[in-house]
């Protein structure tokens, strides 16, 4: 079974930066890829940045060059740094792992951007 617990999540001001950590625990396999999504109140989930066990991105339009995802498979643990928050990127952020075709997710932290 896998466990994915994120935490960083907050209260920010427009400009402002923010730092998301998820920790991951029970069968993970190191190569499994990781990412992030996020979602609003009446909208789905959308996909913000994936990250393989080589380390390599992939980012949503919305976010590329504010964003940055990143993990220490040593560790189990992914991060987000996100960098010049907007409003429009308040939403609660979830962790994900894909291990043999199936998405494990986290139970969510929010952030919040203010104007």
């Known amino acids: 079974q896998v466990q994915l617990v994120e935490s960083g999540g907050g209260l920010v001001q427009a400009g402002g930066s923010l730092t998301l950590s998820c920790a991951a625990s029970g069968i993970i396999g190191r190569s499994s890829p990781m990412g992030w999504g996020r979602q609003v109140p009446g909208k789905q989930r959308e996909p913000v940045a994936t990250?393989?066990?080589?380390?390599?991105?992939d980012y949503a339009d919305s976010v590329k060059g504010r964003f940055t995802i990143s993990r220490d498979n040593a560790k189990s643990t992914m991060y987000l740094q996100m960098n010049s928050l907007k409003p429009e990127d308040t939403a609660v952020y979830y962790c994900?792992?894909?291990?043999?075709?199936?998405?494990?997710w986290g139970q969510g932290t929010q952030v919040t951007v203010s104007s």
């Open positions: 990250i393989t066990s080589g380390g390599s991105t």
């Open positions: 994900r792992l894909t291990r043999l075709g199936r998405n494990y």
